[in-house]
């Protein structure tokens, strides 16, 4: 069975979970929205927030995907799946990918909705030439950030205290995906003179990282989520 | 220490460690480490001259840079040592313990690195911190590692540790580089906006250059020296570890023993008897 | 005489820094039902995973199927089934999802997950139901629908009879033997003594970490 095949297969099994349960839905979306809520209550000043809108919008995502990856591993080590997955013989490289692709998907629909968020609450518009950057940052980003998650969230899967490993190993490794997909945005955008030019080369910083961390994590899942 | 357990002890850590984690080896670097700091003394306070810019403030430089330099060093042999424990068959836990107290030893450098750079700012710019490219990796660099010493201590067996971190040490080296790219075309963006250009060359004459090069051998020298004990002391801890579970087993066993022995008297099947699910006609 | 299907020499294993295994023995012949027998902290447990290939082994040696418990797990593990103390199920998943799901990883074609699922009354009522909602039971049995799918040669089955009925013991008694007819190697622990007892072609006693092979007949209590 080709690895390409079983990640598809895990990576439908994840989405198919998260249909039946919604824990998306109700859960870390609006635990999204919340978050940009009372962003606006800290920062107070509607120039600033209309300013640093496009950074709040990643932030929330790094919150919010820190929920997701908690989740996405949670499923697997509540009544053994991971454990029976490794019996299956499953190549964890398949397990990494089909994990990786699921967990992509849900943080893109937390991203479209917090650039919504942002439209509405922070005044943003997107003008017709940004549409490409902005389209092909969140996916970029996104596999970027699906990678890096899947990774350590498999690490810190079933260890006592995995709530504060995985903030403390993930978001020092996200760190170029926050610069970088914040200054794309707000290139995209038009935020405080930006133009659309301006984003191309986050982008490809962006694309190094989303493939850096695909391979490095996919060679890596496998020792780490071994006992 | 008796000769059965100095040998065992051997076996594990190479050498018997009844005295302590020092060997010639070490008292040689170690006595060449203070010669080193003592000309560092002499040469950074005394002999090499203010700067023309920054006054007598410019000597801080004298221990900010090797610091920092030697935390580059610690953290690459952390990597070359995973990466020799993942890669070479016999998987010896040496090169795991050296990963390891590198990486502490460096993650401690850092911190040192950002203390004197906050202070170096202080007195020269008068701000304890600046949003540039240097100072913000290097701070990444330092959670980065802390990260890397978490996951050190998560539990397991020795192997599973060693297999662990290393995986992760070799994804840190990864990581430095994007980090470095990423955060230099941020703080590019910003060079108009910055008060001080902390990438401006410092004019250093000869003597200057002179007492930064005896930081860097005396800090190099204190690294090894540290990395010596410290690798030396963890083979240690390692020892007692293993050492503990021979003891463990020995309970068990015993009470396996003892177990079996209680109810060797008992008719049917001995261990059935306490399970009380059996019917026993 | 053909290889063992289970050869463990001297194995410890460990749990954190407890040494749940001391030292253990084990010798399965092909086509052996073993019952494991001990009380509970005993290590067996532990004595199933690693040969399941989950467990790393700390000291000693042993074989699985003929490949080595220390260098070839992922090889051990692909020719196992195991029906642990937790289910391995999605409990987001309905029971047709998870059985299709472990159908799948293993290619097993529809009509081997259907029989599956027929075999272990789990089809029609229960097949669209969360597995969240299942009774222990009937986890248990879903469990062992995706067992049977996996036609594994070695099964190691901890408490498998523990929250079932007595028809679906019965019917779990029938699979074993079945599996056994068709060449699989089974080792179960057990506190159902009688009922594994009659199942099993001998046994053995687990204490403290180690193995105490029982005095021969003995199974039959």
Redesign the interface.
């Given at each position: 069975?080709s690895v390409w095949r079983?990640a598809r297969?895990v990576a439908r099994?994840d989405l198919?979970?998260e249909w039946?349960?919604r824990v998306l839905i109700n859960q870390v979306l609006p635990f999204a929205g919340v978050t940009m809520v009372i962003f606006a209550f800290a920062l107070d000043s509607d120039a600033v927030l209309e300013r640093v809108a496009p950074g709040l919008v990643w932030l929330a995502t790094m919150f919010s995907m820190l929920v997701l990856v908690q989740r996405t591993f949670a499923?697997e080590t509540?009544?053994?799946?991971l454990?029976?997955?490794?019996?299956?013989?499953?190549d964890p490289r398949a397990i990494f990918a089909g994990k990786a692709m699921g967990l992509a998907v849900q943080l893109l629909v937390v991203e479209v909705v917090l650039l919504l968020a942002a439209i509405v609450l922070y005044r943003q518009t997107v003008p017709a030439g940004g549409v490409v950057l902005l389209v092909t940052t969140l996916i970029s980003a996104t596999c970027g950030l699906a990678a890096v998650g899947t990774?350590y969230g498999g690490?810190a899967a079933g260890?006592r205290g995995r709530e504060t490993?995985l903030p403390?190993?993930t978001?020092?490794?996200v760190?170029?995906v926050l610069?970088?997909a914040t200054?794309a945005v707000e290139a995209a955008l038009g935020t405080a003179g930006a133009v659309v030019s301006d984003g191309w080369?986050?982008v490809g910083?962006l694309v190094?990282?989303a493939v850096?961390?695909g391979v490095?994590g996919s060679l890596?899942f496998g020792?780490?989520i071994?006992? | 220490m008796t000769t059965t357990e100095s040998n065992l002890q051997r076996e594990h850590t190479g050498r018997s460690t009844a005295g302590g984690t020092g060997t010639r080896g070490t008292r040689v670097i170690g006595i060449l480490t203070l010669i080193a700091m003592v000309w560092l003394v002499a040469f950074g306070l005394g002999f090499s001259p203010a700067d023309r810019d920054q006054d007598e403030a410019v000597r801080i430089l004298y221990v900010h840079v090797p610091t920092i330099w030697v935390a580059y060093l610690s953290f690459i042999t952390t990597a070359i040592a995973s990466g020799m424990y993942l890669f070479t068959k016999k998987k010896s836990l040496g090169w795991d313990r050296l990963a390891g107290a590198s990486a502490e030893i460096g993650t401690v450098f850092v911190a040192v690195t950002l203390i004197v750079g906050a202070l170096w700012g202080r007195i020269t710019w008068g701000v304890f911190w600046q949003w540039d490219a240097r100072l913000t990796t290097t701070a990444l660099l330092f959670v980065t590692y802390i990260g890397y010493l978490a996951v050190r201590r998560l539990e397991g067996t020795h192997q599973q540790r060693a297999r662990r971190s290393a995986v992760i040490g070799l994804i840190a080296v990864l990581e430095i580089p994007l980090v470095h790219w990423s955060v230099r075309l941020w703080r590019s963006l910003h060079q108009e906006a910055t008060v001080l250009d902390t990438d401006r060359n410092t004019d250093m004459d000869g003597l200057m250059l002179f007492s930064l090069f005896v930081g860097v051998v005396a800090f190099t020298l204190l690294y090894l020296w540290l990395v010596m004990h410290r690798t030396r002391g963890m083979a240690m801890e390692d020892y007692l570890d293993d050492r503990g579970l021979d003891e463990a087993l020995v309970a068990r066993r015993a009470e396996g023993d003892a177990f079996v022995a209680d109810h060797a008297t008992m008719p049917t099947a001995a261990p059935a008897a306490t399970l009380g699910t059996e019917e026993t006609t | 005489m053909p290889a063992p299907v289970v050869e463990l020499i001297d194995a410890v294993a460990v749990l954190g820094s407890f040494p749940a295994l001391a030292g253990a023995d084990l010798r399965v012949e092909q086509g052996d039902i073993v019952l494991l027998r001990g009380p509970n902290g005993a290590g067996k447990t532990t004595l199933l995973r690693l040969c399941a290939g989950l467990v790393p082994l700390v000291r000693g040696s042993g074989t699985i199927l003929g490949f080595d418990v220390v260098a070839q797990r992922d090889e051990v593990r692909r020719h196992v089934g195991v029906l642990g103390h937790q289910n391995g199920l999605y409990l987001d998943l309905t029971v047709g999802e998870n059985i299709r799901f472990w159908g799948d990883t293993v290619s097993a074609s529809t009509e081997e997950t259907s029989a599956a699922m027929e075999r272990l009354g789990v089809a029609d009522r229960l097949v669209d139901v969360p597995v969240r909602k299942l009774s222990a039971g009937q986890k248990r049995r879903t469990a062992l629908a995706c067992l049977v799918a996996r036609r594994a040669q070695l099964w190691l089955l901890d408490e498998p009879h523990a929250g079932l009925d007595a028809v679906a013991r019965d019917e779990l008694d029938t699979t074993l033997r079945e599996a056994a007819g068709a060449g699989a190697t089974i080792v179960v622990a057990s506190h159902e003594l009688e009922r594994a007892g009659s199942l099993a072609t001998r046994a053995v006693d687990v204490v403290a970490g180690r193995v105490r092979e029982a005095e021969p007949g003995s199974e039959r209590s």
């Amino acid at each position: 069975m080709s690895v390409w095949r079983i990640a598809r297969l895990v990576a439908r099994k994840d989405l198919q979970i998260e249909w039946n349960s919604r824990v998306l839905i109700n859960q870390v979306l609006p635990f999204a929205g919340v978050t940009m809520v009372i962003f606006a209550f800290a920062l107070d000043s509607d120039a600033v927030l209309e300013r640093v809108a496009p950074g709040l919008v990643w932030l929330a995502t790094m919150f919010s995907m820190l929920v997701l990856v908690q989740r996405t591993f949670a499923i697997e080590t509540d009544d053994g799946a991971l454990d029976a997955l490794r019996v299956a013989g499953v190549d964890p490289r398949a397990i990494f990918a089909g994990k990786a692709m699921g967990l992509a998907v849900q943080l893109l629909v937390v991203e479209v909705v917090l650039l919504l968020a942002a439209i509405v609450l922070y005044r943003q518009t997107v003008p017709a030439g940004g549409v490409v950057l902005l389209v092909t940052t969140l996916i970029s980003a996104t596999c970027g950030l699906a990678a890096v998650g899947t990774l350590y969230g498999g690490l810190a899967a079933g260890f006592r205290g995995r709530e504060t490993l995985l903030p403390l190993l993930t978001l020092p490794a996200v760190a170029p995906v926050l610069i970088g997909a914040t200054r794309a945005v707000e290139a995209a955008l038009g935020t405080a003179g930006a133009v659309v030019s301006d984003g191309w080369p986050w982008v490809g910083l962006l694309v190094v990282f989303a493939v850096a961390f695909g391979v490095g994590g996919s060679l890596a899942f496998g020792p780490l989520i071994d006992e | 220490m008796t000769t059965t357990e100095s040998n065992l002890q051997r076996e594990h850590t190479g050498r018997s460690t009844a005295g302590g984690t020092g060997t010639r080896g070490t008292r040689v670097i170690g006595i060449l480490t203070l010669i080193a700091m003592v000309w560092l003394v002499a040469f950074g306070l005394g002999f090499s001259p203010a700067d023309r810019d920054q006054d007598e403030a410019v000597r801080i430089l004298y221990v900010h840079v090797p610091t920092i330099w030697v935390a580059y060093l610690s953290f690459i042999t952390t990597a070359i040592a995973s990466g020799m424990y993942l890669f070479t068959k016999k998987k010896s836990l040496g090169w795991d313990r050296l990963a390891g107290a590198s990486a502490e030893i460096g993650t401690v450098f850092v911190a040192v690195t950002l203390i004197v750079g906050a202070l170096w700012g202080r007195i020269t710019w008068g701000v304890f911190w600046q949003w540039d490219a240097r100072l913000t990796t290097t701070a990444l660099l330092f959670v980065t590692y802390i990260g890397y010493l978490a996951v050190r201590r998560l539990e397991g067996t020795h192997q599973q540790r060693a297999r662990r971190s290393a995986v992760i040490g070799l994804i840190a080296v990864l990581e430095i580089p994007l980090v470095h790219w990423s955060v230099r075309l941020w703080r590019s963006l910003h060079q108009e906006a910055t008060v001080l250009d902390t990438d401006r060359n410092t004019d250093m004459d000869g003597l200057m250059l002179f007492s930064l090069f005896v930081g860097v051998v005396a800090f190099t020298l204190l690294y090894l020296w540290l990395v010596m004990h410290r690798t030396r002391g963890m083979a240690m801890e390692d020892y007692l570890d293993d050492r503990g579970l021979d003891e463990a087993l020995v309970a068990r066993r015993a009470e396996g023993d003892a177990f079996v022995a209680d109810h060797a008297t008992m008719p049917t099947a001995a261990p059935a008897a306490t399970l009380g699910t059996e019917e026993t006609t | 005489m053909p290889a063992p299907v289970v050869e463990l020499i001297d194995a410890v294993a460990v749990l954190g820094s407890f040494p749940a295994l001391a030292g253990a023995d084990l010798r399965v012949e092909q086509g052996d039902i073993v019952l494991l027998r001990g009380p509970n902290g005993a290590g067996k447990t532990t004595l199933l995973r690693l040969c399941a290939g989950l467990v790393p082994l700390v000291r000693g040696s042993g074989t699985i199927l003929g490949f080595d418990v220390v260098a070839q797990r992922d090889e051990v593990r692909r020719h196992v089934g195991v029906l642990g103390h937790q289910n391995g199920l999605y409990l987001d998943l309905t029971v047709g999802e998870n059985i299709r799901f472990w159908g799948d990883t293993v290619s097993a074609s529809t009509e081997e997950t259907s029989a599956a699922m027929e075999r272990l009354g789990v089809a029609d009522r229960l097949v669209d139901v969360p597995v969240r909602k299942l009774s222990a039971g009937q986890k248990r049995r879903t469990a062992l629908a995706c067992l049977v799918a996996r036609r594994a040669q070695l099964w190691l089955l901890d408490e498998p009879h523990a929250g079932l009925d007595a028809v679906a013991r019965d019917e779990l008694d029938t699979t074993l033997r079945e599996a056994a007819g068709a060449g699989a190697t089974i080792v179960v622990a057990s506190h159902e003594l009688e009922r594994a007892g009659s199942l099993a072609t001998r046994a053995v006693d687990v204490v403290a970490g180690r193995v105490r092979e029982a005095e021969p007949g003995s199974e039959r209590s």
